[in-house]
């Protein structure tokens, strides 16, 4: 099968198999695509062959995007040109922050100091451009209150950014694969993206929204109206899977992170006595797009800057203890979902087990004990622990997990007790392991041991991203170099105010990635990465014009 390529006919189209396109209009939709968006006659698409040498003319993209998800897409929407302005009327809540505002009234919040704004403010994220975009968004939120946006919205098209994104499934990322019974832990107005309220999004749709809090389904139809109804679908293309994003090659210059890439026009290609001149290119990307019939179509293609926004829910978290990979241990939610709706619990006189303390797993008692399946809830801490994720939820806007959190407190195992009909819980208990008469062997604090049989074993306990496409799977950027990248733990070394990984120049992240869980914080690093690239291109437009004029190159 071959690879997409830009040196042999324009082989190298991203291909939509959302409809039943020939070959020929995949290519020219594409070429047109590209056409448009960098304003040149392409004649050469940004993707390779395996046997491509350092010296062909290529092009190289300005940026791609790894994740569909609400990072991805927010980013997206920065990059085309979308700038938020202090609202004409709008006063926020904080005056040192409105006062800021107010002098800088002219500027859009991406070209004003980043830094200089999120001095002083407080939030619930460790990242302070995150902490400002939120309050410019959602002013005292976290002090209960409603008030309104203090931005408003243009489109700059000369702010365009010419970029792809790329992702597994449709616009949206994991949010299309949650379990759709459960509702969002934030409200659905924390949940919705720059220029497009939730609730106006709902009353399009004519869809009755009951509660501030709305099912995951609703927020992934959310989003994949979004980047429809803001013009971003040309960026985007699904059944993406990245293999491998490499430098393609590295010189001295690269230690110096304020070195600008030269804009290489065709003209320059070529040298006095015929050879070509090699162009630095920052990042290989690639990968495979996967068809309707199940095919691959490999692909590989050029980026001066990859942002890497995929969340972390590719891999769920695990025990690590003997008999975990039988078939009766689950670790996702939608796999105990489609468990119970196709009636494989149904009449089964053992209970479930459910291993973890989040919400993840509370979501998992609630599906059980609304379906009549008894349950034993196995997690390591204290009841009484102050960090567990119940004692920070207000009692009367999450009375549902407010109930489970009674139920492991009031409904515990002891030594001398049997186990409760319904539901009961194993505070401060391991699982040593599972054995194939779907057994589980648990350990308690004091070193007692105990073996329960279960039906189906569910093990929730959280889940971390997967970047084995990066070197080292990305152990080498995160804050604890040569460890995994976790969210709370090990989350990716940024600089602050540009979301640019401190351990390598180009290469940026934002959402979970960096510990931004919640999607009130992750449009905080859409704001601090269009802001850098902004700046670049800005710069490498005055190196262009200070010279011998641009070319046919990537602007």
Known sequence: MPVWCCRCSLAGHFRSYSSPETEGQLLNSFVQYFGDSLGKKIKRMPLIEETVLPGDSLLTLPVVIIGNGPSGICLSYLLSGYRPYLSPEAIHPNPIL???????????????????????????????????????????????????????????????????????????????????????????????????????????????????????????????????????????????????????????????????????????LEMEDGQKSLIKRNWEVRGYQRATDGSHVPFCLFAENVALATGTFDSPGRLQVEGEDFPFVLHSMSDFGAAISKGKLRGKADPVLIVGAGLTAADAVLCAYNNNIPVIHV??????????????????????YHKVYHMMCTQSHTVDSNLHSAYTSFP??????????????????????????????????????????????????????????????????????????????????????????????????????????????KKKHELIESGDGGGDGVP
């Open 428 to 537: 401060e208990h391991n699982v040593l392991s599972f054995k194939p008469e779907m057994k589980c062997v648990l350990q308690s604090a004091s070193g007692l041991k105990k073996i329960l049989k279960f039906s189906v074993a569910l093990v929730l306990i959280g889940s971390h991203p997967n970047l084995f496409f990066l070197k080292d799977q990305g152990h080498s950027i995160g804050h604890h170099s040569n460890q995994p990248i976790t969210c709370k733990g090990n989350p990716i070394e940024i600089d602050p105010y540009t979301y640019e990984c401190t351990k390598e120049a180009n290469l940026f992240a934002l959402g979970p990635l960096v510990g931004d869980n919640f999607v009130r914080f992750l449009k905080g690093g859409a704001l601090g990465i269009a802001r850098c690239l902004a700046i670049r291109q």
């Open 98 to 268: 409105h006062t800021k505002l107010e002098a800088a009234r002219h500027l859009s919040i991406v070209d004003q100091d980043l830094e200089y704004l999120s001095e002083g403010l407080e939030g619930r994220s460790s990242n302070p451009v995150a902490v400002l975009f939120d309050t410019l968004l959602h002013p005292d939120a976290d002090f209960g209150y409603d008030y309104p946006p203090v931005l408003h919205w243009k489109l700059e098209q000369h702010n365009y950014i010419p970029h792809i994104v790329l992702g597994k499934g449709p616009p949206g990322g994991a949010w299309h694969s949650m379990e759709g019974s459960m509702l969002t832990i934030s409200f659905g107005d924390w949940m919705e993206l720059p220029g497009l309220t939730f609730k106006e999004w709902a009353a399009s749709k004519r869809r009755n929204i009951k509660s501030d809090r709305v099912m995951p389904e609703e927020i992934a139809r959310y989003y994949k109206h979004y980047v429809k109804v803001m013009g971003l679908q040309k960026n985007f293309r699904d059944n993406v899977y990245i293999t491998s994003v490499s430098r393609l090659y590295r010189g001295k210059d690269d230690e110096d992170r304020g070195q600008i890439n030269e804009n290489i026009s065709t003209q320059h």
């Open 379 to 400: 997690f390591r801490r204290r009841v009484t622990d102050t960090s567990l994720i119940f004692k920070q939820l207000p009692k009367k806007l999450y009375p549902e």
